[in-house]
């Protein structure tokens, strides 16, 4: 592939990027608020908002095999982002389904997250083809980089919407904030289009799951697949409920909401380059360690006061922390995958 070409490909995964992260901030960003609007009850917002993520990650399992029978990266990824968008049309419309609305939300957003990450390996190879190997650092900085800061304002755009349109005409913001989000990844879906495809070719030998389930606590590896479910299963016992607890028992508005969440992001993207240093001048393990052991405190700040400037201190803290446990785990990753 000539550098020409290449430039090409690279600019319009930047702008996929930027789509893309522009209908997670107007969509998936609002899943929960949604279906606390819809009167979902408890039970049923802990789904919404851990169900459909995990089932996701299970099928992800299943990427190899499907990557074997469609055997194109680009036309996988082309199938899974365009039924990922086109998920947002019956989560738009959920009224027409009268009682039976909540448990088909679920079953939409679902689908949804099972088709966007099945493709996520297939995804992540094609780049790897795609982006030279002295550049990946510094050119997945910047998408990451223009990548967040779409996804910052689109989601603080969509919570000033449904603010603009609370009341009797939430339901229109609901509608309008999904629509964009649905556009949004059409148009991201066009750009993934015009990008080309190195040729590939599929190995015959596979790392086969038994092999990873024999060695789960005797490699590196394995063990850090341990942690990392142990970390987000305890995760997710809270994380669903943060939302429905802002919205329900605090009385937030939209536009408070907005604020108190997109603090977190815009802290986690704005110190990702720190953490970089960090990871670089010390290792990744002890950056992984020190903010592992911070990670638990995050939740519990919650406890103490429902005061707007100390929640703002809670998220800035979690920004921070979590901006760091991400990089670190995806790069010990990287270092401990056969």
């Given at each position: 592939m000539n550098r020409k070409t290449t430039e090409k490909n690279l600019l319009y995964s930047i702008f996929?990027?930027?789509?893309?992260?522009?209908?997670?901030?107007?969509?998936?960003?609002?899943?929960?608020?949604?279906?606390?609007?819809?009167?979902?009850?408890?039970?049923?917002?802990?789904?919404?908002?851990?169900?459909?993520?995990?089932?996701?990650?299970?099928?992800?399992?299943?990427s190899d095999r499907l990557l074997r029978t469609i055997k194109s990266r680009k036309l996988m990824v082309l199938i899974g982002a365009f039924l990922q968008?086109?998920?947002?049309?019956p989560v738009m419309l959920i009224?027409?389904?009268?009682?039976?609305?909540?448990?088909?939300?679920?079953?939409?957003?679902?689908?949804?997250?099972?088709v966007g990450m099945i493709?996520?390996?297939?995804w992540n190879s094609w780049m790897t083809d795609i982006v030279p190997v002295k550049e990946r650092?510094?050119?997945?900085?910047?998408?990451?980089k223009i990548a967040g800061i779409a996804s910052f304002i689109a989601y603080v755009l969509g919570g000033l919407v449904l603010q603009t349109l609370g009341g009797q005409f939430e339901y229109i913001g609901y509608i309008l904030i999904f629509g964009v989000a649905f556009v949004s990844r059409m148009v991201s879906f066009?750009?993934?289009?015009?990008?080309?495809?190195?040729?590939?070719?599929?190995?015959?030998?596979?790392?086969?799951?038994?092999?990873?389930?024999?060695?789960?606590?005797?490699?590196?590896?394995?063990?850090?697949t341990v942690y990392m479910f142990m970390l987000n299963f305890s995760v997710q016992v809270a994380a669903p409920f943060f939302i429905p607890y802002?919205?329900?028992?605090?009385?937030?508005?939209?536009?408070?909401?907005?604020?108190?969440?997109?603090?977190?992001?815009?802290?986690?993207?704005?110190?990702?380059?720190?953490?970089?240093?960090?990871?670089?001048?010390?290792?990744?393990?002890?950056?992984?360690?020190?903010?592992?052991?911070?990670?638990?405190?995050?939740?519990?700040?919650?406890?103490?006061?429902?005061n707007f400037y100390y929640l703002i201190f809670a998220q800035i803290l979690s920004g921070l922390v979590w901006s760091g446990f991400e990089l670190a785990s995806i790069n010990f990753m990287f270092d401990a995958t056969p």
């Open positions: 996929d990027g930027t789509f893309y992260s522009i209908m997670v901030g107007f969509g998936e960003s609002f899943f929960m608020a949604f279906g606390v609007f819809l009167k979902a009850n408890i039970f049923q917002q802990g789904l919404i908002g851990s169900l459909p993520q995990s089932l996701g990650y299970f099928f992800e399992l299943f968008g086109l998920m947002y049309i009224f027409l389904f009268g009682e039976n609305k909540i448990p088909l939300l679920i079953l939409f957003i679902s689908i949804y997250w099972i493709v996520s390996p297939a650092g510094m050119y997945f900085g910047k998408r990451t066009f750009f993934l289009l015009k990008q080309d495809e190195p040729k590939y070719v599929l190995t015959i030998e596979r790392y086969k799951f038994r092999t990873f389930i024999s060695s789960l606590f005797s490699s590196n590896f394995g063990r850090f802002m919205l329900n028992d605090l009385k937030m508005s939209y536009l408070t909401l907005t604020i108190i969440t997109a603090t977190a992001m815009i802290v986690k993207y704005m110190t990702m380059p720190a953490w970089w240093k960090l990871i670089d001048k010390y290792g990744t393990r002890v950056v992984l360690k020190l903010t592992g052991y911070l990670v638990p405190i995050v939740p519990i700040l919650w406890v103490f006061s429902s």
